[in-house]
């Protein structure tokens, strides 16, 4: 059974970078290459579920495109971990953080638009409280 434990700081400031890792236990992060791709995805108190980004166990990455200049997704294979970057936070980026599986529906492959969508089957870490505030 797959196991993912979200960490990092629970309170920055405006326009610092917030770092979050998120340790995977119980499946490998790089096996299944077609299949599997671990995400961030975080709830705000205005917006609910916004899906962040993802790394597909293959290595690409894509993301929520609002996202995409101030986010980054990176691994380290041997601690099997994924980690999140987002750059510039604000108040808005006020949030819990979720660290997730996506597992690909039979026959289909992870998409931007599938894991968008949620049109995939997903495993959920406990999430984190992230507080932006000056």
């Known amino acids: 059974q797959v196991r993912l434990q979200e960490s990092g700081p629970g309170l920055l400031k405006p326009s610092q970078t917030l770092s979050l890792t998120c340790t995977v236990s119980g499946q490998s992060i790089t096996a299944d290459d077609d299949e599997y791709g671990w995400s961030w995805i975080r709830r705000t108190p205005g917006l609910g579920l916004e899906w962040m980004g993802t790394?597909?166990?293959?290595?690409?990455?894509f993301y929520r495109p609002a996202l995409r200049s101030r986010a980054s997704i990176s691994r380290d294979t041997v601690k099997n971990q994924f980690s999140l970057q987002l750059t510039n936070v604000s108040p808005g980026d006020t949030a819990i953080y979720y660290c997730v599986r996506d597992r690909a529906f039979l026959g289909e492959h992870l998409t931007t638009a599938t894991v968008m969508e949620g049109r995939t089957t997903r495993s959920w870490g406990q999430g984190t409280q992230v507080t932006v505030s000056s």
């Open positions: 790394m597909t166990a293959a290595g690409s990455s």
